[in-house]
């Protein structure tokens, strides 16, 4: 990497041919924000022998994601640790073959058709509410999953698949832990060997496979009209008339099921986190719901009178974004700041530290809904605040995933309140996406 020729971006040295990698393995989140904090806007970051480079500016950020986007591809780290999983879906397939599945999918998304399933959503918020009662502790980020999953299942695939939701949430967490650890890991045990991990990811795998193949399966075979996005990813036709094949079906379907509900459940169970440790933030939201709605469930058209609600969503998302960073690698050399980043170098942009920088929030670290009510969203430079990516890769989804967080938040809130059980560790883990790596008990007060 060199600047005219002259020198690399500044960055630590780092351990001899480890470089940061511990420091990245024990405290990435940490070590991030160190790095963003004593190097500047474009960091190097050794990692055993690696080529990686932090980038902490905005305009730089909307380089990358919108500028330059056709200059990167997905990072091989992605790839490693969603691929096995996810196939050829959205979020991990490049160039022509992706915009052709992004041009097929996206009609399924516009606003318009994304608001037809806020029904589905508030129904599966007000069945897990009928499981509660007051008095009593349940780990709120396993009550989210739970929900989000059936939101997920019934609008994707027009089924239930309630009866497997604690499976699925085993599966998933064991996977993005065991790729997440081989991509970390440099010298890898291959993923043909009979070790205990490695045959029970291939289990988890086949698992998920077989749920996805066997709705896919017996929608064939369902010749009734239907309106969900199963449906239409099925029926969508490229401009020649073809059709996604089988595979493609699945890797789409994995890819918006798995992403869609993990990352729903991460936001409302981080809320529910901030509101329980915030009161008199989580008493004005309540206030602003019994005001507007009067008990009754929220509707597509109430949410543009509740801007605390908003607010709330924004803040929790600035604090504890479900999509902590986001990687790149370059195929051609890209400029940033006047240093000429070489091929195959992998290109960073976190959310975490840029939602978190104080250059652009006042007191950043704080949970401050009201600094959302006067308009700051469109005064931020774009590259501050990106929950949901930016560019032409920004997250398909991001209607969806609002308009069900809100709704959720609206109907739950309404009729609970959450406080964190005394003691309890609630720890950021950066997995694939920000999970609580303990989850997160909490006691239910009903209102």
């Known amino acids: ?16 041919i480890l470089g940061l990698a511990l420091a990245v393995r024990n405290d990435p989140l940490g070590t991030l924000q160190r790095l963003a904090r004593e190097f500047g806007d474009v960091v190097s970051m050794p990692v055993m022998r690696m080529s990686r480079v932090l980038v902490n500016r905005p305009d730089y950020i909307q380089q990358l994601l919108i500028l330059d986007h056709a200059k990167l591809h997905k990072s091989t780290l992605t790839k490693l640790v969603v691929g096995p999983l996810l196939g050829q879906g959205l979020l991990i397939s490049e160039g022509d073959f992706w915009r052709r599945q992004r041009r097929l999918a996206q009609p ?20 897990r509410m009928r499981n509660w009662r007051g008095g009593e502790t349940r780990n709120i980020a396993e009550e989210m999953m739970k929900l989000t999953l059936e939101v997920a299942v019934r609008t994707l695939f027009g089924t239930s698949l309630a009866g497997d939701s604690d499976s699925i949430g085993k599966a998933m967490t064991f996977l993005m832990r065991h790729y997440l650890r081989r991509a970390r890991t440099p010298w890898r045990v291959p993923e043909n060997w009979p070790t205990f991990a490695n045959r029970r990811a291939r289990r988890e795998v086949e698992y998920m496979d077989s ?8 929608r064939k075979k369902d010749t009734r009209p239907r309106n969900d996005l199963l449906s239409l990813l099925m029926s ?8 996604m094949s089988e595979r493609q079906v699945r890797d789409e379907s994995m890819t918006l099921f798995v992403a869609g509900h993990e990352t729903t459940a991460l936001s409302l169970a981080w809320t529910w986190y901030l509101l329980g440790e915030n009161p008199a933030a989580e008493s004005r939201l309540a206030e602003e719901l019994r005001s507007a709605l009067a008990g009754r469930p929220a509707e597509v058209s109430d949410l543009e009178k509740l801007p605390y609600l908003n607010a709330v969503v924004h803040e929790s998302l600035r604090l504890y974004p479900p999509a902590f960073i986001m990687a790149r690698m370059n195929v051609e050399t890209v400029t940033l700041g006047g240093y000429e980043i070489p091929p195959r170098t992998t290109l960073l942009a976190s959310q975490w ?11 950043p670290e704080q949970f401050l809904p009201e600094r959302w009510l ?6 931020l430079p774009p590259g501050v605040y990106f929950p949901f990516g930016d560019g032409p890769r920004r997250c398909i989804g991001q209607g969806f995933a609002q308009l069900e967080t809100a709704l959720v938040i609206a109907a739950i ?18 997995l694939v996406t920000l999970r609580p790596k303990y989850g997160i008990e909490m006691s239910i007060e009903s209102r």
């Open 236 to 243: 969508a036709m490229h401009e020649d008339g073809s059709q």
């Open 353 to 363: 530290v840029m939602h978190r920088d104080p250059r652009f929030f006042e007191q």
């Open 374 to 379: 006067d308009g700051l969203e469109d005064r």
């Open 108 to 127: 399924a998304f516009h606003r318009s058709r994304t608001n037809e399933y806020s029904p589905v959503m508030v129904e599966c918020a007000l069945e």
């Open 1 to 16: 990497m060199t600047n005219k020729g002259t020198h690399a971006p500044p960055g630590p040295k780092g351990l001899p």
């Open 211 to 218: 749920l996805i193949y066997g709705i896919i399966s017996e």
């Open 413 to 430: 809130a309404q009729k609970f309140r959450f406080r964190l059980r005394g003691g309890f560790p609630v720890v950021p883990e950066p």
